[in-house]
Nanobody, 116 residues
């Protein structure tokens, strides 16, 4: 009974920026971690970024490090992914994930397309 909903995807030019949001609701509790994954057509889903409950620990895939920033607002049960210096290789469906004791939950995905 946990729902996560992504928003903020769209079409941008290479070098541009987007900020994705993911709002969680339902049977969520404290101390959960959240993260972002992405999947391009014909490719496997891959890890992008994750953030701890406190926000004190973040992890990034090597190819987005320095360009993407993950953050969270626990009062709003929301996680963000600020994406700068976007490249065509970033084109994918981006999925939000919430991980808590009761299970792991995924959003429906939001499309990010970066044109060259």
């Amino acid at each position: 009974q946990v729902q996560v909903v992504e928003s903020g995807g769209g079409l941008v030019q290479a070098g541009g920026s987007l900020r994705l949001s993911c709002a969680a609701s339902g049977r969520i509790f404290s101390f959960y971690t959240m993260g972002w994954f992405r999947q391009a057509p014909g490719k496997e889903r891959e890890f992008v970024a994750r953030i701890s409950w406190t926000g004190g620990t973040t992890n990034y895939a090597d190819d987005v490090k320095g360009r993407f920033t993950i953050s969270r607002d626990n009062a709003k049960n929301t996680v963000y992914l600020q994406m700068n210096s976007l490249k065509p290789g970033d084109t994918a469906v981006y999925y939000c994930m919430l991980d808590q004791r009761g299970g792991r939950y995924w959003g429906q995905g939001t499309q990010v397309t970066v044109s060259s």
